[in-house]
T-cell receptor
Framework: GAVVSQHPSWVICKSGTSVKIECRSLDFQATTMFWYRQFPKQSLMLMATSNEGSKATYEQGVEKDKFLINHASLTLSTLTVTSAHPEDSSFYIC???????????????FGDGTRLSIL | GQNIDQPTEMTATEGAIVQINCTYQTSGFNGLFWYQQHAGEAPTFLSYNVLDGLEEKGRFSSFLSRSKGYSYLLLKELQMKDSASYLCAVSTYSSASKIIFGSGTRLSIRP
């Protein structure tokens, strides 16, 4: 089945550091990938839609300059949390869907998530 | 806008049946998903409904009524490992068919 790989699984770093998270679709091409954030005991909140070869689409309230997204190939999207602070500590999860956007019955396949802790 | 509602918490007994409800209001509805998420892990896909009716898959079944904006996930023969959060999510006809998640229902199974 479709597999999405996310790296790293855990990051602990000092405040002010920039952190890059990678999301790869291993056995399918994904023109679109999605980045979510999840705080403890809360649901997944969509941060942005990553579009291959073009700018990401950010959800309302998500800072574009804070969360930089690059989708340079059909199998890789990256999320960079710039100048991270303790309030950015969260569980970040990426997902991708096989096939083109608009195919409703293709489930999103999730990476294993990245637990980010900013000291 | 979009709104997805589901109960925050539920408790059920091992071996029993539990139904988790989800109501939604959205424009451009393009299907409803159920995901299971264990604590500290990523969600895993359970089911998809786009037409009205019941979809059965082993111990899990999912129902959809588009006219009522209503779905439920039915879990039979509950096992302790079914203790998890269950996320209702709606797909929309946007340029990327993004999926929006409800707040999730934390299900606890007691012996």
């Amino acid at each position: 089945g479709a597999v999405v790989s996310q790296h790293p699984s855990w990051v602990i770093c000092k405040s002010g550091t920039s952190v890059k998270i990678e999301c790869r679709s291993l056995d399918f091409q994904a023109t679109t990938m999605f980045w979510y954030r999840q705080f403890p005991k809360q649901s997944l909140m969509l941060m942005a839609t990553s579009n291959e070869g073009s700018k990401a689409t950010y959800e309302q309230g998500v800072e574009k300059d804070k969360f930089l997204i690059n989708h340079a190939s059909l199998t890789l999207s990256t999320l960079t949390v710039t100048s991270a602070h303790p309030e950015d500590s969260s569980f970040y999860i990426c997902s991708a869907r096989p096939g083109q956007g608009g195919i409703g019955n293709q489930p999103q396949h999730f990476g294993d998530g990245t637990r980010l802790s900013i000291l | 806008g979009q709104n997805i509602d589901q109960p925050t918490e539920m408790t059920a007994t091992e071996g029993a049946i539990v139904q988790i409800n989800c109501t939604y209001q959205t424009s451009g509805f393009n299907g409803l998903f159920w995901y299971q998420q264990h604590a500290g892990e990523a969600p895993t896909f359970l089911s998809y409904n786009v037409l009205d009716g019941l979809e059965e898959k082993g111990r899990f079944s999912s129902f959809l009524s588009r006219s009522k904006g209503y779905s439920y996930l039915l879990l039979k023969e509950l096992q302790m490992k079914d203790s998890a959060s269950y996320l209702c999510a709606v797909s929309t006809y946007s340029s990327a068919s993004k999926i929006i998640f409800g707040s999730g229902t934390r299900l606890s199974i007691r012996p």
